[in-house]
């Protein structure tokens, strides 16, 4: 199984920064996701990030709010933009293994984001 | 669009009872199920896989089972312990995607073993 870390752990912004989380994995993968966990809520997903190519976003979500970068095979970033306390979520980053038929995901421990 | 539900949505037990936790989704088209585990405050823990051609999956005390073309699947935990607290969710992920990993979640179980 892949083993994800994100940074920040955690963090407690200002209406109005941005603040950009880093995912990292122990293995090349093809395939990253980005997902938010709203207070008391499942998941959502972001976006899925290919490497080398733009950034796949769901309906609601919008580039210019959470630009994503996905420069190898292992690292992507997520920056969540213009924060409002709406934005005051869990965002977890997941990865597919490929390998076999399976698709298994695997998540990082993910980023507590507060917005005051 | 595929929606996901569990039931029930909290469940307290006693511990050593065994336990089933339920899964349902509305559109049968999909690649896999997967259960995963969430402590309060931490990511989560990938638990179980079922594709959509097995019927179950056993982990330890987990069991996993899927019946694709009624839309459910459940989660059988046999002798629970104060450590199997936590929230367990279900998500499922399309078919005929470019990618599998598009999940869609439900709302999840929390779950409480008391000793």
């Known amino acids: 199984s892949a083993v994800i870390s994100q940074k920040p752990s955690r963090d407690i912004c200002q209406r109005g920064t941005s603040l950009t989380i880093q995912c990292q994995v122990d293995?090349?993968?093809?395939?990253m996701f980005w997902y938010r966990q709203q207070p008391g809520q499942s998941l959502t997903l972001i976006a899925t990030?290919?490497?080398?190519?733009?950034?796949?976003?769901e309906s609601g979500f919008v580039i210019d709010k959470f630009p994503i970068s996905r420069p190898n095979l292992t690292f992507s970033t997520l920056t969540v933009s213009n924060m409002s306390p709406e934005d005051s979520s869990i965002y977890l980053c997941?990865?597919?293994?490929?390998?076999?038929?399976?698709?298994?995901?695997?998540f990082g421990p993910g980023t507590r984001l507060t917005v005051t | 669009k595929q929606e996901v539900t569990q039931i029930p949505a909290a469940l307290s037990v006693p511990e050593g009872e065994n336990l089933v936790l339920n899964c349902s989704f509305t559109?049968?088209?999909?690649?896999?199920l997967q259960w995963f585990r969430q402590d309060p405050g931490k990511g989560l823990t990938s638990l179980l896989l079922?594709?959509?051609?097995?019927r179950e999956q056993t982990s330890g005390r987990l069991n996993a089972s899927l019946d694709k073309s009624s839309g459910r699947s459940t989660l059988y935990i046999a002798a629970s312990q104060p450590g199997d607290s936590a929230t367990y969710l279900c998500?499922?992920?399309?078919?005929?995607?470019?990618?599998?990993?598009?999940?869609?979640f439900g709302q999840g179980t929390i779950l409480t073993v008391h000793p």
């Open positions: 997941s990865v597919e293994d490929d390998r076999g038929r399976a698709y298994e995901q695997y």
């Open positions: 293995s090349q993968v093809t395939m």
């Open positions: 990030a290919n490497q080398g190519s733009e950034a796949t976003y």
């Open positions: 559109d049968s088209a999909i690649y896999n």
């Open positions: 079922i594709q959509s051609s097995q």
């Open positions: 998500a499922v992920s399309e078919a005929g995607g470019t990618s599998y990993g598009k999940l869609t």
